[in-house]
T-cell receptor
Framework: DAGITQSPRHKVTETGTPVTLRCHQT?????MYWYRQDPGHGLRLIHY???????DKGEVSDGYSVSRSKTEDFLLTLESATSSQTSVYFC??????????????FGPGTRLTVL | AQTVTQSQPEMSVQEAETVTLSCTYD???????LFWYKQPPSRQMILVIR??????QNATENRFSVNFQKAAKSFSLKISDSQLGDAAMYFC?????????FGEGTQLTVNP
């Protein structure tokens, strides 16, 4: 199994509060991703990183920011949480652009509830 | 932009039987990869099988195989000798342009 951990695994917070989710990898992979999973939508990309301090937006990036100051850590921040951000959040890693290493491996997920 | 469509929200199969899950996709890229992921109740996303679009040969992993029809943009998953542990949500996904796009999933039930 790929060495990916997410913290916290569960969090309940109130509308308007800031929230930071952490993804940590031990694989030294270049690419890291944040997804959210909601019923009826599969997984949707929020942001991704292709190196330290290099990030780009995904399809549902509004209301989220990310940071990557070290290869092993990728942080997802909700500056002011809203109820629409209640979801399960997954981190993933891949070793792009090495040939054949495009497969993404996923962390265990974080269930976030915004009241 | 790329899209993935899984037209079967739910499927069921008898233990030891064979089931096929459907997936169609659309992309403007010539270089892409296709995946099936499994998500059991534990919520963990588990890679089932991977197919490079430039390869004509269908990928196989033990009881799991795909039928990749590039011209039709179809990528179905066949599970042979179904086991109770195969019960899960199955997601089809396409990777191109540094992005992985998922379908909405098919919930598979395996009946003993």
């Amino acid at each position: 199994d790929a060495g990916i951990t997410q913290s916290p695994r569960h969090k309940v917070t109130e509308t308007g509060t800031p929230v930071t989710l952490r993804c940590h990898q031990t694989e030294n992979h270049r690419y890291m991703y944040w997804y959210r999973q909601d019923p009826g939508h599969g997984l949707r990309l929020i942001h991704y990183s292709y190196g330290v301090k290099d990030t780009d937006k995904g399809e549902v990036s509004d209301g989220y920011s990310v940071s990557r100051s070290k290869t092993e850590d990728f942080l997802l921040t909700l500056e002011s949480a809203t109820s629409s951000q209640t979801s399960v959040y997954f981190c993933a890693i891949s070793a792009l652009p090495t040939g054949g290493s495009d497969t993404q491996y996923f962390g265990p997920g974080t269930r976030l509830t915004v009241l | 932009a790329q899209t993935v469509t899984q037209s079967q929200p739910e499927m069921s199969v008898q233990e030891a039987e064979t089931v096929t899950l459907s997936c169609t996709y659309d992309t403007s890229e010539s270089d892409y990869y296709l995946f099936w992921y499994k998500q059991p109740p534990s919520r963990q996303m588990i890679l089932v099988i991977r197919q490079e679009a430039y390869k004509q040969q269908n990928a196989t992993e033990n009881r799991f195989s795909v039928n990749f029809q590039k011209a039709a943009k179809s990528f179905s998953l066949k599970i042979s000798d179904s086991q109770l542990g195969d019960a899960a949500m199955y997601f089809c996904a396409i990777f191109s342009g540094s992005r992985l796009t998922f379908g909405e999933g098919t919930q598979l039930t395996v009946n003993p």
